[in-house]
């Protein structure tokens, strides 16, 4: 009874701790959004090379789909397809049966497994006897 209540006050503490970890990774996370939302740039990191190299990448987009200018690269529309729902690997192959169940079918077809060689050990014991016997 000591042990078992030592279990659930120790897994106690573990999910509090792993919840406070949690929250802390979130409010660095939180923390460094509200960062860039002060900083009000386009860019998180605004040195000239940065900036020159965007410069670069939109011309040369505009050039091959020939845009007028750079700037009408950033208001070309973009529409993403919605992700096709993919059956999970996991769900195909448990084929609708609960892990309990199929655990459970498992250690039924490994005693039946067990006792059938059992029995052809027997039989195999049996048969030697036999020839020993004439």
Not at 42 to 50: F, G, P, R
């Amino acid at each position: 009874r000591g042990v078992k209540m030592f279990r659930v006050a120790a897994s106690r503490a573990l999910s509090t701790s792993a919840r406070r970890d949690a929250d802390l990774v979130q409010q660095a996370f939180v923390k460094k959004i509200k960062e860039f939302g002060q900083k009000g740039g386009d860019l998180i990191n605004n040195n000239a090379e940065v900036k020159k190299a965007l410069e670069d990448q939109l011309n040369r987009l505009a050039q091959k789909f020939h845009l007028a200018n750079a700037d009408i690269v950033g208001r070309i529309p973009t529409n993403f397809e919605a992700a096709k729902e993919v059956e999970s690997s996991v769900g195909a192959l448990l084929e609708g049966q609960s892990v309990a169940a199929l655990s459970e079918s498992i250690k039924k077809e490994t005693s039946e497994y067990v006792a059938a060689r059992a029995a052809k050990k027997a039989a195999e014991a049996a048969r030697l006897a036999a020839i020993k016997g004439q």
